[in-house]
């Protein structure tokens, strides 16, 4: 039978064709969102660290794309001023009304630390790209770390120092926890391998006046001064020890790599050659990977990379990962899972995520002020491979 039905039929197929027809004219499918917010201090003392990382998360996205598993990656980038209460406040806004799916950056522990509660009562990642204490990324199973902690940079700095005529030493260090840190790996390590700390001088972290400090150095003739200070402060401490004469006095100058950071260490004038220090990046490490980063990172933001620049563009490279591991899934449990054991070669060296602690396993070097082309840089000569968190080992 010539039915009713299979007219209807192949008119009801007529119109789903057409239909069809015109759903696929350019009607393109909004792409998914996944934001990123991070939370810097770009004003303020601090506001180096802020530079640095906005301008190495800005070059990962303009080398890499802005799109991870199909989801347009967008980055929000926030001011904190370097004071806890903003950074929590920031991170509330940032969670509730932009809700983004990772937060970011924390250029100091108690930025870091105060908004862990928040991260973790969220179920969001925390990406530390600058706050340097241990104790951070056993805050919380929410808290990863793309930047170094302070024992990895010390007990590396007294292996050295103990194994090269260094004897005794006068510690001088910022008094919050990171400076905490750096003096107990220090004085820990270097006094296990029969070295004395004669002193262990702790400064104010905000307005430091480093002079009477240095004064009590000088007369302690100590063979020498060990100094941890925040990145951003190294140029007031450089320019008393000289003011002071420390420089002319035989006192060495080591430390963690902090206080001769790459961003600044080109104003400390020669005075500076000569100090050795144990960190995880210089401007000067002699890798190509390292040379291309240093010289899209000068032509993108006119600035020399330094270790807090490329704790940046590495933690960028930890979240696509994750992305891409979950298939743009922005489950936070799924993302941290996604981030353990993740491995890859930085500009500052090959580095990976700790699975058991969420710490960063890397590189550190043993580097020494030289001149270079004219310029002042950490030139890197004996390396201590894979350094795991020696605070998180001992327990
Ligand atoms: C920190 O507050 O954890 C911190 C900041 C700057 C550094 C190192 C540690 O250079």
């Not at 802020?50 to 802005?66: D, H, T």
């Amino acid at each position: 039978m010539t039915t009713r039905r299979s007219i209807i039929r192949a008119g009801l197929l007529g119109s789903a064709i057409l239909t069809g027809a015109v759903s696929y004219a350019p009607m393109a499918m909004a792409q998914e969102v996944v934001k990123i917010g991070l939370i810097l201090p770009m004003t303020g003392p601090f506001a180096s660290t802020g530079r640095q990382i906005e301008a190495a998360a800005k070059l990962y996205m303009a080398q890499n794309g802005a799109t991870v598993a199909g989801k347009k990656i967008e980055l929000i980038v926030k001011d904190d001023t370097g004071t806890p209460d903003v950074t929590r406040r920031l991170a509330q806004e940032l969670l509730v009304n932009e809700k983004v799916s990772v937060l970011g950056g924390f250029g100091l522990t108690p930025l870091a630390m105060s908004t862990v509660p928040l991260a973790t009562q969220a179920k969001v990642p925390m990406v530390v790209m600058a706050a340097a204490t241990s104790m951070i990324t056993e805050a919380s199973p929410f808290v990863t770390r793309t930047s170094f902690t302070l024992p990895q940079a010390a007990s590396v700095m007294a292996d050295w120092a103990s194994k090269n005529g260094v004897k005794k030493v006068v510690t001088l260090v910022s008094d919050y926890a990171p400076g905490h840190d750096a003096e107990k790996w220090f004085a820990d390590t270097f006094t296990a391998a029969g070295g004395k700390v004669e002193a262990s001088i702790r400064a104010p972290l905000q307005n430091p006046d480093f002079a009477a400090f240095l004064q009590r150095v000088k007369e302690a003739q100590p063979d020498a001064l060990y100094v941890f200070v925040p990145s951003g402060v190294g140029a007031t401490v450089m320019k008393q020890f000289v003011e002071r004469g420390l420089d002319k006095s035989g006192i060495k100058l080591i430390g963690t790599g902090d206080v001769t950071d790459d961003d600044i260490i080109n104003g400390y004038g020669d005075a500076a050659i000569g100090a050795i220090t144990a960190h995880h990046y210089s401007a000067a490490h002699p890798s190509a990977k390292n040379k291309a980063f240093v010289e899209a990172f000068k032509k993108a933001s006119n600035m020399r990379p330094n270790f807090m620049g490329v704790a940046g563009y590495d933690g960028m490279h930890l979240i696509y990962e994750a992305l891409k591991k979950t298939g743009g899934t922005t489950d936070g449990t799924k993302l941290m899972d996604a981030m353990k054991g993740t491995a890859w070669e930085s500009p500052r060296g090959p580095v990976s995520i700790d699975p058991e602690t969420r710490e960063i396993v890397l590189n550190m070097y043993v580097r020494k002020v030289e001149k270079v082309d004219g310029e002042l840089y950490n030139v890197e000569f004996s390396t201590f491979e894979g350094v795991k968190d020696p605070a998180k080992k001992k327990k």
